[in-house]
């Protein structure tokens, strides 16, 4: 069982930047894919990114390719999703979530675990 917890949400004005952290508890991440979910107000949820466990290999969708960053941090068992240049398209709530896999993950049904969320609002 793994229990996750997002955190660095916030209001940023466009351009700006936001560090999104998943903090797990009750398991190691590093055994984990994790994945990075946005869901715009009136959209469904959509994978941003998904790191896996076996080499780290990343996917970044198109929307936030080349302007972000998905790492791991062991030591503190936590994943964080750096996001740059900031678009008022990005707002939403952000949500991490688990699966034991060894490869990554793109839908949502293939996650097993997943956090509460946190709101991310763009906007000058």
């Known amino acids: 069982q793994v229990q996750l917890v997002e955190s660095g949400g916030g209001l940023v004005q466009p351009g700006g930047s936001l560090r999104l952290s998943c903090a797990a508890s009750g398991s190691a991440l590093n055994y984990y894919t994790i994945g990075w979910f946005r869901q715009a107000p009136g959209k469904e949820r959509e994978v941003i990114s998904s790191i896996a466990s076996y080499d780290d290999y990343t996917y970044y969708a198109d929307s936030i390719a080349g302007r972000s960053t998905t790492a791991r941090d062991n030591a503190k068992n936590t994943v964080y999703l750096q996001m740059n240049k900031l678009k008022p398209e990005d707002t939403g709530v952000y949500y991490c979530?688990?699966?034991?896999?060894?490869?990554?993950?793109?839908?949502?049904?293939?996650?097993?675990?997943w956090g509460q969320g946190t709101q991310v609002t763009v906007s000058s």
């Open positions: 979530a688990a699966v034991a896999s060894d490869m990554i993950a793109t839908v949502p049904e293939e996650y097993a675990y």
